[in-house]
């Protein structure tokens, strides 16, 4: 939000302290300061090697050569049609300035004004920004001939001085503004742009803002109440409450509705200076009733809208109006007042009468009775809906706006009365309307003021500052809460514009943030932690996971943490589900549910990495959502791997790589489960995940328990992502069932005698695994076959029809050096098992 320092002055006084000190107040306690905008004060001036705490823009102004000056005549010039000359004075003595402004060229020519026009004069040597070019380039003035006529100053649009990006017409200033006094002293200024926290709605407002500052400085607050600003009604006009009533249907949506009445206004421009501040603020001047709403907004955090009277009254009939708060209708339409028709659903809630919608609560006001030039009395509405609702109605039509900006981050019923009666008093003297008599206020559901309890040891113990009750209970109240001592404690009461001060051990939090705050963040001493340090105790799951992705990422693998938030459709493409964790307060559509599948979150950064490299290896570890009814999801931990491209990069020596197949997964799922220390592994052909290809995947077994599945990703799954022709290889494994193995740290000892190496190669029929083979060659030569190795896999028609020939590399070894004939009596024992249990034939 954007604060000029003016309007701060209006509430609190500032003397002694220069811009950077109130920024650097409010970043300190928990208002950051994002930028500093100087727009006419002087700028700060750094030492060569001093630290610029905040980023800072903008322009100072001259004060002998800026000044307020007043235009008595606008004659034409001599030479050009589109230029005129000024008959000027800047409080010493009279100018003549040449100008092209178009929003004074209807008076040319028309003698001495009745009343001078105010403007911001610079003189000759002066600093601006050049109106004529992009962006804010500086320049000087100096003294030239322009169609035989002397220049040598000029009249300055808003541009020139910084204040807006506007350069089409001259600044035309307040007839009260004294002529001759530095501009910068009329309306030099600065402008804070805050960044509002979520918990910090209450100071999206000047009054917000100077209340912190006030009690940051133990300066008093100038803010003056509404009702006791306002102008008095006109007490011969028909009070509003005897011509409108209203119905709220749902109190959790909308706890408050007021409405004051306003008649006889005259739209206008506003004063120049509530334009300039809106302005700074960043906010366009639109008319004196506009402005006056959306300056009360800005000033007391209260967002109000402005209905046309006469329309509301006609579509009524003539009778009395009644306005009500509901929710609208699935596909109901509202035309909102930047022109667009909007489709609206029962989630969004209307301010409507019986002919239909006139407002969406809390975002955007309707078109149809909006106020015009032609307005003559204004209905002026402020209310209180709820946060969540707004938050999600206005993104939900894409329509962010100032006051679903505060009304998202919370505000206060109790603003509501407060925001119409200040509107209404600048209405009135803006636009010169009479107040009706009356208010119109239904409030079913008044929020109850957090009562808080806390000692000085809660103060120490937190903060570590000795604080008595006293000194508490006075930091606090410097912040409107109500404070009372209760025996040892004090009792906090918050303020009625506060609704972000909990109860019970979060209000104890709460209330102890803003101790912290008022007595300063910078102001707290260091302090080593008094309380004995917790036993350092493991964490034996995460280190677990810790150990796998070492070794994953050895393995030449690279991590990704995906969203856990998905959508159906997404998800859709690898898991077949309907139950899903729904959120309530999605932030976005596509991110609607909570996530089933691992899988899915893989190969959907595969998909979005595809064409920005030759090979991917990546691996995922997190949990998936399993609804459980009436109770929180079951998380259960998940780890999925995705493969894709080639085996080898290209390079000048390897041009030619394969692609990354079934067994590269295999292989180093093989050298993950190793480095893991399990043993007992076994693969078997399966078919039960849905999403990998028949006959091109297995399920790993640890024993007889099934601990994950791997192979390659079925066509018809790959076909609704944009991958690749190369073939995608995807495993996932449950990390609860992997976890819960036992890990083997066996110490094989170096045998003292000799290894005797052998090959054999047997023919099997096709549908025998290799495994099997494997498994009888161990078991039948015992304790004597120290290893087996499968090194070649071949099928021709020269070893029969629906045959395959497997070679083995075979280590025999025993307590003793085997001779020739020990490892051939070992060799023909399983070649005769496996003649027996295969059918198998030794290859010659």
């Known amino acids: ?159 020139e001085l910084g204040i807006t990006e506007e350069s089409d017409g001259i600044i035309l200033l307040d007839d009260d503004a004294p002529t001759g006094m530095p501009l910068a002293d009329y309306m030099g200024d600065a402008v804070l742009d805050i960044s509002i926290l979520p918990n910090m709605g209450r100071v999206a407002n000047v009054v917000g803002v100077a209340r912190e500052l006030a009690a940051l400085l133990g300066r008093e607050l100038k803010a003056q109440s509404p009702e006791a600003a306002a102008q008095p009604a006109t007490l011969n006009l028909q009070p509003v409450n005897e011509l409108v009533e209203i119905e709220i249907t749902n109190p959790e949506l909308n706890p408050r509705f007021t409405f004051g009445l306003i008649r006889d206004v005259e739209i206008k421009a506003s004063p120049y200076e509530i334009q300039r501040r809106l302005k700074l603020a960043g906010m366009r001047p639109i008319s004196n009733i506009v402005d006056a709403t959306n300056y009360a907004m800005l000033e007391l955090g209260q967002p109000l809208h402005a209905f046309d009277y006469d329309v509301l009254s006609a579509r009524a009939g003539g ?112 636009a010169n309307g009479k107040i009706a008599a009356g208010f119109v206020d239904e409030y079913p559901l008044k929020p109850k003021d957090a009562v808080v309890r806390i000692s000085t040891r809660d103060v120490k113990r937190s903060l570590g500052i000795d604080l008595t009750l006293e ?19 004090l009792q906090v009461t918050a303020p009625n514009h506060r609704l972000d001060i909990g109860e019970g051990v979060v209000g104890v939090a709460d209330v102890l943030e803003e101790i912290a705050r008022s007595y300063g963040y910078d102001n707290i001493p260091t302090s080593s932690l008094a309380d004995a340090l917790p036993p350092q105790l493991g964490n034996p799951v995460h280190e677990w996971e810790e150990h796998l992705r070492d070794l994953l990422v050895a393995l030449g693998f690279q991590e990704i ?144 328990k099934i601990i994950g599945a791997f192979g390659e990703l079925h066509p018809l799954v790959k076909e609704k992502y944009e991958l690749s022709e190369a073939p995608v290889l995807a495993a996932e494994f449950d990390l609860a069932t992997l976890r819960a193995l036992n890990p083997t740290y066996g110490i094989t000892p170096v045998s003292e005698f000799p290894p005797v190496y052998e090959d054999i190669a047997v023919v099997v029929d096709e549908t025998v695994p290799a495994e099997k083979v494997e498994a009888l060659i161990r078991q039948t030569g015992g304790r004597s076959v120290a290893n087996v190795r499968l090194f070649d896999l071949y099928r021709d028609e020269k070893i029969g029809a629906g045959k395959k020939s497997l070679a083995y590399n075979l280590t025999y070894q025993a307590e003793k050096t085997l001779t020739d004939s020990d490892a051939a009596a070992i060799r023909n024992k399983i070649v005769k098992r496996l003649e027996k249990e295969l059918g198998a034939k030794l290859r010659s």
């Open 319 to 430: 009778k009395k109006i009644k306005i009500t708060t509901r929710a609208a209708k699935d596909g109901e339409k509202i035309s909102t007042l930047d022109g667009a028709e909007r489709t609206l659903t029962a989630s969004n809630v209307l301010v409507g009468d019986a002919q239909g919608a006139l407002a969406l609560a809390g975002v955007m006001g309707g078109l149809e009775s909006e106020v015009t030039d032609q307005t003559k009395n204004i209905l002026l509405e402020g209310a209180a809906w709820n946060f969540i609702n707004v938050r999600k109605t206005a993104r939900q039509h894409n329509l962010p706006s100032e006051a679903s900006f505060r009304f998202s981050r919370g505000v206060h019923p109790a603003l509501a009365d407060q925001g119409v009666k200040l509107g209404l008093r600048y209405i009135a003297e803006w």
């Open 1 to 159: 939000m954007k604060i000029p320092i003016s309007w701060l002055k209006d509430f609190i006084d500032l003397d002694g302290l220069s811009v950077e000190d109130i920024a650097r107040k409010l970043t300190l306690a928990g208002m950051e300061v994002d930028e500093i905008l100087y727009v006419g004060l002087p700028m700060p001036i750094y030492k060569d090697g001093e630290k610029h705490e905040f980023k800072t823009n903008g322009i100072g102004w001259d004060r002998e050569k800026i000044v307020v000056a007043e235009v008595r005549e606008v004659k034409p010039h001599p030479n050009a049609d589109k230029l005129t000359l000024l008959d000027l004075y800047d409080g010493e003595k009279d100018q003549v300035v040449l100008t092209g402004a178009p929003n004074i060229f209807h008076l040319k020519g028309a003698g001495k004004l009745d009343q001078p026009l105010k403007v911001a004069y610079a003189k000759e040597g002066a600093t601006l920004y050049d109106g004529h070019a992009d962006g804010q380039v500086l320049m000087t003035l100096k003294r030239a001939k322009i169609r035989g006529v002397d220049s040598y100053s000029m009249v300055c649009s808003e541009k």
């Open 561 to 704: 943490v995906s969203y856990r938030m998905t959508s159906v459709e997404k998800e859709s493409r690898v898991v077949r589900c309907d139950d899903y964790v729904q959120l309530a307060n999605p932030i976005a559509p596509e991110k609607s549910v909570l996530r089933r599948s691992l899988a899915a979150s893989v190969l959907d950064a595969l998909e979005k990495n595809v064409r920005n490299g030759e090979s991917f290896s990546f691996f995922e570890i997190g949990p998936v959502f399993v609804p459980r009814k009436n109770e929180l999801p079951d998380e259960p931990r998940k780890l999925a791997l995705v493969m894709s491209g080639l085996r080898e990069a290209t390079a000048w020596d390897a041009k030619d790589s394969a692609q990354l197949d079934f067994f590269d997964m295999k292989g180093r799922l093989e050298l993950l489960l190793s480095g893991l220390r399990l043993t007992n592994i076994s693969y078997a052909a399966s078919d039960s995940s849905h999403y990998l290809h028949p006959g091109k995947c297995a399920e790993i077994k640890i024993g007889e």
């Open 471 to 489: 000194q508490i209970s006075e930091a606090l109240a410097r912040l409107e809460f109500k404070c009372e001592i209760v025996e040892d404690e």
